[in-house]
């Protein structure tokens, strides 16, 4: 279940089906292939400054809503797992991720 | 897992509401450059580069940006990397060092009051300060009136 009428994040990030006017970041997180579930996914700035965090859904994904500019994705998972990703965002486009962790 | 709480069954009753750690517009208008404003989104919505938290769509408030002189101290900042509190001297820290004033009042807010509801807590019950209000209206109301002066940019 995701809902957005919060300020929660809801699990792998809010629905979308055209990028619009967004500048969408989002991909999926695996390990050996498979979906990590279990995690978040989190947004930081270009001075790395934390911006937004989304638990990952049960599919390994999610989803963001930046401005244009450069991005970096931080994957946190258990038993100390972290990986980052450098990540350029533009309107109207989806930059897609695949992190293997 | 040593220790597993035991929660048993019981009834909480609900009150009236306590519009004493509420803040409301007009309120709000009054207490720039005169109390702290705090403002605990990222560093990107209150520098009007983002409208919403970047988990959700870009589409809530009319403008983007922030309340004049409100200091920037996003939420996640008064938590550790493992989601524990920091502790109250390098919460005192923190606020202070980003200009918060202990002596004075403090209203805090957000996009909704969701995230500032946080801050409220450690500002008021973690650190004792006696008179905290969180503004519920937060940015989608302010950031959408007509008449308020709004400031851009990363400096308060």
Redesign the interface.
Known sequence: MTT?D?????AG??ALTDAGN??VVQGHVTRAGAPVATGYAR?L?G?G??????PLGEDGGF?????P?TWTLRVLAPGGVRAEQAVSAAIGQIANLEVAV | MTEVPQRPATNYTAQEQDSAIRAFRDEVVAAIGTKNLVDVR???EFAG??L???????EQAQRGGHIPTARNI?W??AAEEDGTFKSDDALRTLYGGAGVDFASDTIAY???G??SAHTWFVLHELLGQPNVKNYDGSWTEYGSLVGVPIKTGDES
């Open positions: 957005a919060g300020c929660g994040a809801p990030g809010a967004q500048a947004l700035n001075d400054e934390f911006v937004a965090e989304v989803r963001f809503f930046a401005a500019g | 990222s560093p990107d580069r983002l919403a938290p970047a988990h959700l769509p870009q996003p996640s900042k957000c996009r909704i969701e995230r």
